[in-house]
């Protein structure tokens, strides 16, 4: 039965990944590595980087979390695209050579695994949670079908950076909070529960905020849950002057 099984994978459709590495810590130049996996079906990216690492290249660092598409720790620069590796199959991307890199314009802490302390430090900024000043009602804080549309989409942000790796203004500008901490402003600033809206436009209509936004749509390309954070930050410049008007008055 082994020596089958072994003819059976030997049989089997191969692909070659050609995978980024580089440890700071030791290394002079980053480098490419290449590796060959047999083609399973139904096979994502994150199926092929475990079997590297379980059978070829126990040191290759790559992360990720629970593996349902939801979680967003699997973002990587494939065949140069931003996907999730936890959804992207490999028969999906029609190549016999895949190019895997981590995310651009983050800091390379190991091979594919970037430093998002830059990333979530802009997220905090934001105040990322309902804020109430009035006493909380009995049960819970009802919310209508309609008002909860209305954040539907941004609401989906699983926070996996593409969006922020994919725009100009952050590689050129450290201190922009980017398209992903913007997003989330909104989702906050738009929802019927919140009661922090001053606070938040304060913060995101800074010098840093949301006039720093060219609107080129590379964040709504790059995005794999579909989001498009040009629109929400164009809805908070629009918030933004109305505050700025009541100030004036």
């Known amino acids: 039965m082994a020596a089958g099984g072994e003819k059976v994978l030997a049989m089997r459709p191969k692909v070659t990944l ?13 480098r490419y590595d290449n590796f060959e996996v047999p083609l399973a079906e139904r096979m994502t990216v994150l199926d092929a980087l475990f079997e590297i690492s379980d059978k070829q290249d126990s040191s290759l660092a790559f992360r990720y979390s629970c593996r349902g598409a939801v979680c967003g720790s699997c973002g990587l620069y494939i065949n140069g695209a ?20 981590p995310l651009p314009h983050l800091p390379i802490i190991k091979d594919l695994v970037v430093d998002m302390e830059p990333f979530f430090e802009k997220y905090r900024r934001v105040v990322p949670y309902l804020k109430t000043q ?14 909860r549309k209305v954040i539907d989409e941004m609401v989906d942000c699983i926070l996996c950076a593409c ?6 203004v952050v590689w050129t500008d450290p201190e922009y909070l980017g398209p992903a901490a913007l997003t989330k ?4 600033v738009a929802d019927s529960r919140d009661e922090a809206a ?40 629009g918030k933004s002057v109305v505050q700025k008007l009541k100030f004036w008055r």
């Open 185 to 188: 402003a909104y989702r906050f």
């Open 134 to 147: 009035t006493s909380p009602p009995e049960k819970e804080w009802a919310q209508s079908i309609k008002q």
């Open 82 to 101: 931003y996907r999730l590796a936890c959804e992207t199959r490999l028969e999906s991307l029609n190549s016999n050579e895949v190019t895997i890199n």
């Open 163 to 168: 969006c922020h790796s994919a725009c100009p």
């Open 18 to 30: 050609r995978i980024f590495r580089f440890d700071p810590e030791g290394d002079q130049q980053p």
């Open 198 to 237: 001053e606070e938040r436009l304060k913060v995101v209509s800074g010098e840093d905020g949301v006039w720093r936004c060219h609107t080129i749509f590379n964040c709504a390309q790059a995005c794999p849950k579909k989001i498009n954070p040009t629109y929400s930050i164009q809805r908070l410049k």
